[in-house]
Each structure stands twice: as C-alpha cells, then as structure tokens.
C-alpha cells in the first residue's frame, strides 16, 4: 500500500551545497528514470565544508523546507559535508519523510585495498565530524586498514566555478595528492560529491603510481545511494508507473548559466528535459 502521505507522482528532492549533488543525481536519473526529480543547489552559501556544524545545519533545514514546499516524497542529501552534519535532526523532524544521505565509501575501500592504506579526500567539515570519525575508528579496528584523511580546501571552490580542469586545479590536487601517494594508499575515497567531476584529474595525477600492478582505485558512493533510495521507494509502494520520461526541476541561488552548463555537458542532460530555476530560501 502506498504511503499515505506521499502520492507516487511527487518527486524526488535532492540538494547539495552547490554543484556536487549532480554527480549522485545522475546515477538517480539512470536508477528511476521515470520519477520526477529536484534538485537544490545551494550555491550562494557554497562551500559548506568550511562552515560550522550549526551553519550547514541551518542551511540543510532550510532548503528542506523549500524542497517540502515542493511536495517531495523522498530527499536525498547529496553532500557527505551535509550528511554528516544535520541528517539526524533532519530524520528526526520529518520522521515520516525517507531520507538518504552520502558517507565516505571507507567500507568499499577498505575491501579494495591491497596495501591497506586508503586515502579520504573530503571537506574539513566531513573528516572533523563525530559521524566520520566514529566510522574510521570502528573500520579500522575492524579491518585493519589505515584511513588517511586529506582535508581538500578550496576544490569545491574550482568546480563550482566550472573550472574542473584548470591549472589552477590541477595544482591543488597535486598538493593533496602527493602525501597520499607518498603513504603508499592504493585506493581513494571521494568523500564529497563534487570530486568525482575532478575523477578523471585524479585518475591521470595518480597514474604514475602502481601499488600491486594495478592504477589507483577511486570509490564513489553516489550508485549505491541511488539503489538504496530505489529500494526504500519500491518498500513503501511509491515508485511512479508513469511511462513518460519528466522533465528535472533544478533550482540554484547562485549563477543558473554555470548549473546549466554542469547539468548539460557534466551530466549529459539534455536541454529539453532540463528546467532551471532561481530560488531564494
Ligand atoms: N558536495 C559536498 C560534500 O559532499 C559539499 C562540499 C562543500 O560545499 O564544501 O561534502
């Protein structure tokens, strides 16, 4: 029986501190390709991962009211820096509401990981949060991996600027990268879901580096968010039968050209199925 509350036609709510949440976003739109979409970017209070726990809180709320204005049905918080910092008191004032988040794929890597070291790119925010370190602690006592966590400061900045492949970018990856491969790690998180628009930066930075014959292994989280949120869908009997493809509502407080450009070249919307809007929360 479908949810009450919910009607099956209502859309899917997703936000992110700016342009990041495209990167999970995408892999929603290919997981459920027939259910409406929002999505939020909270661009003109971007970066979150250099704000305090309270301030990414308040901002959480308040783009959650505006997406609850839209009639969601499901939200998903498509920021590990968010996540971390507000998604407990989000599932506890919308306790009906379900509710998917991102967390650092340590587990994944921890799996992958033949030298057990496995570097963690993330926010400052993400790594100094209780939720991460919990995580570490408990992986590593686990699994006996050695998480090394590289805080990436001011690389949301470049890619919300659009400019995943400058050398201005490259630079700063170069920084962060270096003491990671120094350490010997043969798997990276991307902990924040802006970075997998810098992947294939990564990818080829990383490439003169073979620990055990193979290239380093990158992990992203946002594939299994979109089954996850699939699977709580299909639980509570609200995915959508409808057959048309719909039109995603996306919305920015920041530069609408840049999200265009980002959800029409990074991931591949066509401009026809792609509704742009402002919004001011
Ligand atoms: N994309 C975000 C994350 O996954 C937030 C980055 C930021 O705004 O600092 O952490």
Redesign the pocket.
Same mark, same amino acid.
């Given at each position: 029986m479908a949810s009450e509350k919910f009607a099956r036609s209502a859309s899917i709510g997703v936000f992110?501190? /700016?342009l /990041? /949440?495209l990167s999970v976003l995408q892999h929603i739109r290919q997981t459920l390709p027939h259910e409406a979409l929002i999505y939020v970017a909270d661009s003109g209070f971007?970066?979150? /991962?250099d704000k305090t726990s309270a301030e990414i809180l308040e901002r959480s709320i308040a783009v959650t009211d505006f997406l609850l204005s839209k009639h969601i049905k499901a939200l998903v918080v498509a920021?590990? $820096?968010a996540t971390a910092a507000a998604i407990s008191h989000l599932r506890l004032h919308y306790p009906d509401l379900i509710i998917v988040g991102?967390e650092p794929g340590l587990k994944p890597a921890s799996l992958l990981s033949k030298t057990k070291k496995v570097g963690v790119l993330a $926010?400052l925010s $993400?790594i100094q949060s209780e939720k991460y370190q919990g995580l570490r602690a408990q992986l590593s006592a686990d699994t006996g991996v050695e998480f090394i966590a590289q805080a990436c400061i001011g690389l949301?900045d470049q890619i919300e600027k659009v400019e995943a492949n400058t050398d201005q970018t490259r630079l700063l990856l170069k920084k962060y990268l270096n003491p990671l491969l120094a350490a010997n790690v043969d798997t990276l998180v991307l902990g924040? $879901?802006?970075y997998p628009f810098v992947a294939s930066l990564v990818q080829e930075l990383t490439s003169a580096h073979i620990p055990h014959g193979e290239p380093i292994k990158l992990i992203d989280t946002g594939k299994p968010v979109a089954s996850r949120i699939q699977r709580l869908l299909v639980e509570r009997d609200l995915t959508t039968s409808d057959s048309d493809i719909p039109r995603i509502n996306v919305y920015t407080n920041g530069n609408p050209e840049k999200l265009k450009y980002a959800c029409t070249q990074w991931i591949k919307i066509p401009e026809e199925k792609l509704s742009i809007s402002t919004f001011s929360a």
């Amino acid at each position: 029986m479908a949810s009450e509350k919910f009607a099956r036609s209502a859309s899917i709510g997703v936000f992110d501190s /700016g342009l /990041g /949440g495209l990167s999970v976003l995408q892999h929603i739109r290919q997981t459920l390709p027939h259910e409406a979409l929002i999505y939020v970017a909270d661009s003109g209070f971007a970066p979150y /991962g250099d704000k305090t726990s309270a301030e990414i809180l308040e901002r959480s709320i308040a783009v959650t009211d505006f997406l609850l204005s839209k009639h969601i049905k499901a939200l998903v918080v498509a920021c590990n $820096t968010a996540t971390a910092a507000a998604i407990s008191h989000l599932r506890l004032h919308y306790p009906d509401l379900i509710i998917v988040g991102m967390e650092p794929g340590l587990k994944p890597a921890s799996l992958l990981s033949k030298t057990k070291k496995v570097g963690v790119l993330a $926010t400052l925010s $993400t790594i100094q949060s209780e939720k991460y370190q919990g995580l570490r602690a408990q992986l590593s006592a686990d699994t006996g991996v050695e998480f090394i966590a590289q805080a990436c400061i001011g690389l949301v900045d470049q890619i919300e600027k659009v400019e995943a492949n400058t050398d201005q970018t490259r630079l700063l990856l170069k920084k962060y990268l270096n003491p990671l491969l120094a350490a010997n790690v043969d798997t990276l998180v991307l902990g924040c $879901t802006h970075y997998p628009f810098v992947a294939s930066l990564v990818q080829e930075l990383t490439s003169a580096h073979i620990p055990h014959g193979e290239p380093i292994k990158l992990i992203d989280t946002g594939k299994p968010v979109a089954s996850r949120i699939q699977r709580l869908l299909v639980e509570r009997d609200l995915t959508t039968s409808d057959s048309d493809i719909p039109r995603i509502n996306v919305y920015t407080n920041g530069n609408p050209e840049k999200l265009k450009y980002a959800c029409t070249q990074w991931i591949k919307i066509p401009e026809e199925k792609l509704s742009i809007s402002t919004f001011s929360a």
